[in-house]
């Protein structure tokens, strides 16, 4: 062959493979690739490294920064802290952690409970879909990433999502609904995200692939400790009616077992008989529960059902909530507390002011097998200690 003809096929079959390559997508991003872009982390040596040079990523990531560093000395910080000295038995548990009213956030969640084997999460708000930032044009990526902002300077600010703003801000861009904020989450807590899959309930609470009233999803991750740990979330309602309609979600819970609980920023709903359901689940189906003064009120702990630490100190709802002030709440504030809370929580989210029930029911608790006393064979009759239930933490009484 000439060298002419030679240097024509060469160029032939250089842009042939061009195409072909141009044809075939690159593999796409790894979820944890993903959930580092959306959280600001550094991306080198990923499949998104390119996208972690545009000017909008940049800016999001030393916005995002700056906003963590702070939450991170004001709460979360201080929470990691008081846990293990004030509920070290609570922030040790794997046991299932089940957060009513929560939105997407397992910020909360992964801070107070690090070792649950598994969470669960719900809210009204959608799932959203899987990201995959790498397939948006430039100008939305920006918008999504600005907008992520936005969604998250509730949280991040006073610890607590603004409803209201919450439904708007997650089904404003591409970046929608609460999976791209729980995926955040996890990356920035120092968890690795191994798995995200969307998922449905049949009515008995069970996964399944068919039509359904409960979506939600199934995020994988690989926890602090090294360990695997599972986060589901799903769109539910939790009013009486709700429950009674469809109560998948409600047998999904059961399904996962006695399990810890957590409430915060709940708008007061289960001060209400309208969602005395979803109360009474968590009052006989949870081995330890921490809640601000917008879950559960006082009156429903029966002191032969819960022991009850309280924490912090109690100022009353907020003025937009003031209807639910709990006089016997205040009077067990001032008679006996635990001790103090150096972290805001809930609503009442300046330190110093804000409080924190943490309850144990006493159902939960394991007895002692008896112990028999040492047999005196001179003696007529042996004796045996009568049985004594496990040690529990100290904690003040609620009532």
Request: with cysteine; hydrophobic share 45%.
């Amino acid at each position: 062959m000439k060298p002419p003809a030679l240097a024509r096929t060469a160029r032939a079959l250089f842009l042939a493979l061009l195409t072909i390559a141009s044809a075939c997508p690159a593999p796409a991003a790894s979820p944890d690739e993903q959930a580092r872009y959306l959280a600001g982390l550094d991306l080198g040596g990923t499949s998104l490294e390119p996208l972690s040079r545009e000017d909008a990523w940049l800016r999001h990531a030393a916005d995002f920064q700056k906003a963590w560093v702070d939450v991170e000395q004001r709460q979360l910080g201080p929470i990691r802290a008081w846990m293990p000295q004030a509920l070290g038995y609570m922030h040790a548990d794997p046991s299932p952690l089940v957060y009513f009213f929560s939105g997407p956030d397992m910020l909360y969640a992964h801070a107070f409970f690090p070792q649950a084997e598994t969470y669960v999460l719900c809210g009204r708000e959608p799932v959203g879909t899987v990201p995959d930032v790498a397939a948006m044009p430039a100008g939305v990526r920006a918008a999504a990433l600005a907008n992520l902002r936005k969604s998250l300077n509730a949280i991040l600010s006073f610890s607590f999502f603004i409803t209201a703003d919450m439904k708007n801000d997650l089904t404003a861009t591409q970046l929608s609904g609460t999976l791209p904020v729980m995926m955040l989450f996890l990356a920035r807590s120092g968890c690795r995200v191994e798995e995200v899959e969307l998922v449905k309930l049949d009515a008995k609470g069970a996964l399944t692939q068919e039509k359904s009233k409960t979506p939600g999803v199934r995020v994988a991750f690989t926890g602090i400790s090294g360990k695997r740990q599972t986060l589901y979330y799903f769109t539910t309602d939790l009013s009486n009616w709700g429950i009674k309609d469809n109560p998948a979600f409600v047998e999904f819970c059961r399904a996962q077992g006695r399990a810890n609980a957590l409430v915060k920023a709940a708008s007061y709903l289960m001060h209400l008989d309208e969602f005395s359901t979803a109360r009474d689940y968590l009052l006989n189906n949870t081995r330890n529960l921490i809640q601000d003064d917008s879950g559960i009120p006082l009156r429903f702990f029966k002191p032969e059902a819960w022991i009850l630490s309280l924490y912090g100190n109690y100022p009353g709802p907020i003025d937009l909530f003031k209807k639910h002030d709990q006089q016997d709440l205040r009077a067990a504030f001032a008679r006996e507390k635990a001790g103090d809370l150096p972290f805001g929580f809930g609503y009442q989210w300046r330190p110093g002011i804000s409080s924190l029930i943490a309850g144990t029911a006493l159902s939960s608790v394991p007895k002692a097998a008896a112990v028999a006393e040492p047999v005196d064979e001179d003696a007529p009759t042996p004796v045996s200690a009568p049985p004594t239930p496990e040690v529990i933490p100290p904690a003040a009484p609620g009532q």
